[in-house]
């Protein structure tokens, strides 16, 4: 598997992650199967937040970790906080938020939660889940100065941040921001196309995202590709859907070139942009994560990513 330095730090991870926002619920062999074919891959990162499965995958995750063959310290271990849940805001099985909350004591709360339900004494990174226009420097950096000095979390980031609110964050706290999730993919690749349409006024040209691939380029930040496979917020995958004929031709084709899955050619589409970018994998099936995690090893040639970019219905200005 290939390795990635982790933003500006010397520590070396797998590019792919592997994401246990599924795991609540699962059977605890299932689950550590899920752990052992993710580490067979090369798999060493490992990424959650306090409210999935509202709480129970971080405490599937103990309990399947204790199953597998799998040690702690052989993981690098990340969870997120920030996200309060209201059960009465709802649709499709999915629960919303009813509000975000960055308070000091709040922060805290969520990391000792989290370390609780995963068994562990601490978290290798912490990211803010979202940003909360409420926050406050005192709050936000009281917390993470209580958490390092108590040794309970080593690094710190955050997620779906535009380059202004990781500014702000940073000139509040004295760790250096690691990581920035971001959904990114084929399917979602905003972040590209608005930098090549610059100086455009077609819907290209649109900066969704304040130039956050530049930006955390400059400043050695990890993106980290939430929803690789994923089209929308919650609309479904890409791969084999009907909506997506000519991008599915173009992934077979390419995957029988390579010997690999269409999920395998879906990562390496991520993986090929030098920004070094982290794949985050949902999956707990194991032979979807070792088919996925197969795409790290594949570097695809400029045209073949540019095709691919092309089947996904984008285009050159």
Do not use: C
Request: proline letters at 3%; hydrophobic letters at 40%.
């Amino acid at each position: 598997m290939k390795t990635i330095k982790l933003g500006n730090t010397d520590f070396e991870v797998s590019q792919i992650a592997l994401g246990i926002m599924r795991m609540a619920g699962m059977e605890t062999n299932k689950a550590a199967d899920a752990i052992n074919a993710a580490v067979d891959a090369g798999i060493n990162y490992i990424d959650s937040a306090d409210i999935y499965g509202d709480g129970q995958s971080e405490t599937k995750f103990k309990e399947a970790l204790k199953q597998s063959k799998v040690n702690r310290d052989d993981l690098f271990i990340q969870s997120k906080g920030g996200i309060i849940l209201d059960p009465e805001r709802s649709h499709d099985g999915l629960v919303f938020g009813a509000r975000y909350d960055f308070s000091k004591q709040h922060i805290i709360d969520s990391v000792d939660g989290i370390l609780s339900r995963l068994g562990i004494d601490y978290l290798d990174s912490f990211l803010l889940h979202r940003p909360d226009p409420l926050m406050e420097e005192a709050d936000v950096a009281g917390a993470f100065d209580t958490l390092q000095r108590e040794g309970k979390v080593r690094h710190f980031g955050v997620s779906n941040f535009n380059p202004q609110q990781v500014e702000l964050v940073q000139s509040w706290v004295s760790q250096r921001l690691t990581i920035n999730q971001l959904q990114f993919n084929v399917v979602h690749s905003g972040m590209v196309t608005s930098g090549m349409h610059t100086n455009m006024i077609d819907d290209g040209s649109i900066d969704h995202d304040g130039g956050i691939l530049e930006y955390s380029r400059r400043k050695h930040m990890t993106i980290q590709a939430w929803s690789p496979f994923n089209y929308g917020l919650f609309d479904g995958m890409y791969i084999n859907d009907p909506k997506y004929p000519e991008l599915n031709d173009k992934l077979q084709e390419l995957a029988e070139k390579y010997g690999v899955s269409k999920n395998a050619i879906a990562t390496a589409w991520i993986v090929r942009h030098p920004a070094h970018i982290q794949v985050l994998l949902g999956t707990m099936n194991p032979e979807h994560i070792t088919d996925s995690a197969k795409g790290a090893d594949i570097e695809l040639t400029n045209q073949e990513w540019y095709d691919l970019y092309f089947a996904a219905g984008n285009y050159l200005p």
